[in-house]
């Protein structure tokens, strides 16, 4: 084997993926799955610590948004420390932080308890999500650098999926407490995974050690994605140093803003969506593990969505596909709370949306992977989605207090829907391709 006269980013970037880099990129599906599974506990719960400590229905909104405001404090603050640290003890980290969440909760005794526990669950997760998305990113291809992005994007409903079928069958013999230890022995045990397969980025390396050390380890990155050593390395350049800033310089401000938006409100309607399924269906009649395959089927509808999104990366420009789903997504919905009338309506009416909805979320991970350069990647990442998760936390809760106001299921739909046509809105202002996309 002899060394590549390359830099580590252009080998990355212009050779072929190696089994190595495939597997890395599953890895990352399989986390972000986990991270799905994590943040929609509380929808499947939700029936059962309603019935157990007597919740209406405007405190259980505000009990399921909570996780997603720790999402976006881990996404902004964990995001900006894996640019600065490195992608891997961040992962570990918010690993570590997810499963001693899960167990908690599951020893929970009262509202206020749990509520405290999911926030800082979801500083866990948000770190997560913020590493995943820059970590496929990095070991991808320029050329599929786009669907792998999208596909570790579908980990998110496929875990959902999984996840939601089991504690649906907890719930038929066991209690809401079962389905947070089903998460806390599923996250820690990815922890080994991550320690033996995940590398560090190549730009972390080099802005935190002198040149002589970076090329080492470098290598040892190098080999473990299954690439040739390097002879020498390329130092960084004075506007790749990790400065924050650089979020809100020149193009990259409007870039961010937008992004934020699109995010924001996507994640309005989104959130709605799961975090709300299983008390609607509850509330019509049916029992909770039925309302938890209702949730499922939302979840099946969005991982066909996300793989069929990611496919058309490859094919079609991805800021029209984007356009076009987030309008789907709003006739989805309002189709949606129109049809909330037997359970086979429901389950057809959820995937319909779960399949749209999806594919808009998978679509924004791959636009702002491509936005950001490498030294900005983590950091935007979690900027867009830390800030974003305003509307991910704003979602449920709004939508209890209008049905606690009186509006009804068709009303709220469309109310909540209205956050996917503001996000085309944000997407179509990009205009053009972000130029970072250029570079990793």
């Given at each position: 084997?002899h060394?590549?006269?390359?830099?580590?980013?252009s080998v990355?970037?212009?050779?072929a993926?190696t089994w190595r880099?495939?597997?890395i990129?599953l890895?990352?599906?399989l986390?972000?799955?986990l991270d799905?599974?994590?943040v929609?506990s509380?929808?499947?719960?939700?029936p059962g610590?309603?019935?157990?400590?007597?919740v209406?229905?405007?405190?259980?909104?505000?009990?399921?948004s909570?996780?997603?405001v720790?999402?976006?404090?881990g996404s902004?603050?964990?995001?900006?420390?894996a640019?600065?640290v490195g992608?891997?003890?961040?992962?570990?980290?918010?690993?570590?932080?997810m499963?001693a969440?899960?167990s908690?909760a599951?020893?929970?005794?009262?509202?206020v308890?749990?509520?405290c526990i999911r926030l800082?669950?979801?500083?866990?997760?948000g770190?997560m999500l913020?590493?995943?998305?820059?970590?496929?990113?990095?070991?991808?291809?320029l050329?599929?650098r786009?669907?792998?992005v999208?596909l570790?994007?579908?980990?998110?409903?496929?875990?959902a999926i999984?996840g939601?079928?089991?504690a649906?069958?907890l719930?038929?013999e066991?209690?809401?407490?079962?389905?947070f230890w089903?998460g806390?022995g599923?996250?820690i045990?990815f922890?080994?995974?991550?320690?033996?397969l995940v590398?560090?980025?190549?730009e972390?390396?080099l802005?935190?050690?002198a040149?002589?050390?970076?090329?080492?380890k470098i290598?040892?990155?190098?080999?473990r994605?299954?690439?040739?050593?390097?002879?020498t390395?390329?130092?960084?350049?004075?506007d790749?140093t990790?400065d924050?800033?650089?979020l809100?310089?020149?193009?990259?401000?409007?870039?961010?803003?937008?992004?934020?938006i699109?995010y924001?409100?996507h994640?309005?309607m989104?959130?709605?969506?799961?975090?709300?399924?299983?008390k609607?269906?509850?509330?019509l009649?049916y029992?909770?593990?039925?309302?938890?395959?209702v949730?499922?089927?939302?979840?099946?509808?969005?991982?066909?969505g996300s793989?069929?999104?990611?496919?058309?990366?490859?094919?079609?420009?991805?800021?029209?596909?984007l356009?076009?789903?987030?309008?789907?997504s709003?006739?989805?919905?309002v189709?949606?709370?129109?049809?909330?009338?037997?359970?086979g309506e429901?389950k057809?009416?959820?995937a319909?949306?779960?399949?749209?909805?999806?594919?808009?979320v998978?679509?924004?991970?791959?636009?702002v992977?491509?936005s950001y350069?490498?030294?900005l990647?983590a950091?935007?990442?979690?900027?867009?989605i830390g800030l974003?998760?305003?509307?991910?936390?704003?979602?449920?809760a709004?939508?209890?207090?209008?049905?606690?106001?009186g509006?009804?299921?068709?009303?709220v739909?469309?109310?909540?829907?209205v956050?996917?046509l503001?996000?085309?809105?944000?997407?179509?202002?990009?205009?053009?391709?972000?130029?970072a996309?250029?570079?990793?």
């Open positions: 084997m060394a590549d006269p390359r830099d580590a980013r990355i970037e212009q050779d993926m880099q495939m597997l990129v890895l990352c599906v986390l972000n799955g799905g599974f994590d929609l509380i929808s499947f719960a939700s610590i309603a019935a157990e400590w007597g209406d229905r405007a405190a259980l909104g505000i009990i399921l909570i996780e997603l720790g999402m976006a404090l902004i603050a964990l995001g900006w420390a640019d600065r992608r891997v003890p961040i992962m570990i980290g918010s690993l570590l932080v499963a969440g899960m908690a599951a020893l929970s005794t009262g509202v308890m749990l509520a800082v669950t979801g500083i866990g997760i770190g913020a590493c995943n998305n820059a970590v496929v990113a990095e070991v991808s291809s050329k599929y786009a669907g792998a999208a570790m994007a579908a980990g998110y409903p496929f875990g999984v939601g079928s089991i649906s069958s719930l038929v066991g209690t809401w407490r079962d389905i089903l806390a599923m996250t045990a922890l080994p995974a991550i320690i033996l590398p560090e980025s190549p972390i390396i802005r935190r050690n040149p002589d050390r970076a090329l080492a290598n040892r990155t190098m080999k994605l299954g690439h040739a050593a390097l002879d390395v390329v130092p960084i350049a004075r790749e990790g924050r800033s650089g809100f310089r020149g193009a990259m401000r409007r870039i961010t803003t937008l992004l934020v699109a924001f409100f994640m309005l989104f959130y709605f969506v799961l975090k709300w399924i299983p609607i269906v509850v509330d009649g029992e909770p593990a039925s309302a938890g395959s949730l499922v089927w939302a979840n099946i509808g969005g991982v066909t793989l069929l999104f990611s496919y058309l990366t490859t094919r079609l420009p991805l800021r029209g596909l356009i076009g789903v987030f309008a789907f709003f006739l989805a919905l189709w949606f709370g129109m049809n909330a009338t037997g359970l429901l057809t009416a959820a319909l949306v779960g399949f749209f909805a999806n594919a808009g998978v679509g924004l991970y791959a636009l992977a491509a350069p490498a030294h990647r950091g935007g990442t979690g900027l867009v974003g998760r305003g509307g991910a936390a704003a979602g449920p709004v939508a209890g207090f209008l049905f606690v106001g509006f009804g299921l068709p009303l739909a469309l109310m909540m829907g956050g996917s503001v996000a085309a809105g944000a997407i179509f202002a990009l205009r053009s391709p972000p130029k996309s250029v570079r990793p």
